[in-house]
């Protein structure tokens, strides 16, 4: 049985569940809850650099980000499912995966400057350059909404997280201005029933 150290927020978390379920591999994964801000928590030793989702293996190795996780569990499964074997599906994936992954990693640092910093010293110009970042990544994916795959691929997976985390702790602010993604997250949403499984409250 592998092991999942995670928490139920981390929208990375969340992807390497929603692909378990679409992989048929969530039975053989335990998930056990991670504090990365716990010093004692071996997480720090599971990960050096302390981040979440560590994927532990039945030999103990672990593997980790999130990137390598679904890699690792598409093997596993056979390959070609989440990540297609074709030259153009297969680096189209991986490219919505990365600007998706981009947009996640700047709302998280935006949470962290408000939960870390003490209002007095937030810096408004930094938190404005993540939101540029996210605004420009919404902006691409609206223009050029992906398709949907019977199979979802690690973009398509990777792009239903990041929305998901947008409305968890933004509110879904995003949603007035990309109708397309709202579309979109609505069929997904509907075709893999997973990430219905994998929401938190707010």
Same mark, same amino acid.
């Given at each position: 049985?592998?092991?999942?150290r ?12 929603? !692909? ?28 050096p ?7 532990i293996?039945?030999?103990?190795? &672990? ?6 996780i679904? +890699? ?6 056979g ?6 074997? +074709?030259?153009?599906?297969r ?6 995966? !990365? ?29 404005d ?7 420009? !990544? ?12 019977p ?6 997976i ?31 949403a !509907? ?6 499984? &994998?929401?938190?409250?707010a």
């Amino acid at each position: 049985m592998m092991i999942l150290r995670s928490s139920p927020p981390s929208p990375f978390g969340r992807k390497v569940n929603i !692909a378990a379920a679409i992989l048929g591999l969530a039975g053989d994964i335990t998930i056990e809850k991670a504090d990365t801000t716990d010093a004692t928590d071996s997480v720090r030793i599971q990960n050096p650099v302390g981040k979440i989702p560590v994927l532990i293996l039945e030999d103990g190795s &672990t593997l980790f980000d999130s990137r390598v996780i679904l +890699e690792y569990l598409d093997h596993r499964a056979g390959g070609g499912k989440i990540i297609p074997r +074709e030259s153009k599906p297969r680096f189209a994936a991986l490219r919505l995966q !990365a600007v998706c992954d981009g947009a996640l990693d700047a709302s998280i640092l935006q949470v962290y400057e408000g939960r870390w910093r003490p209002p007095e010293h937030h810096v408004q110009k930094w938190v404005d350059y993540q939101a540029e970042k996210i605004a420009r !990544a919404l902006a691409a994916v609206e223009a050029d909404v992906p398709p949907l795959d019977p199979i979802p691929s690690v973009g398509q997976i990777t792009l239903a997280c990041m929305l998901g985390y947008r409305d968890l702790r933004f509110h879904g602010a995003w949603r007035a201005d990309h109708p397309k993604l709202v579309a979109w997250l609505d069929r997904f949403a !509907a075709q893999v029933p997973a990430f219905a499984a &994998t929401k938190v409250a707010a």
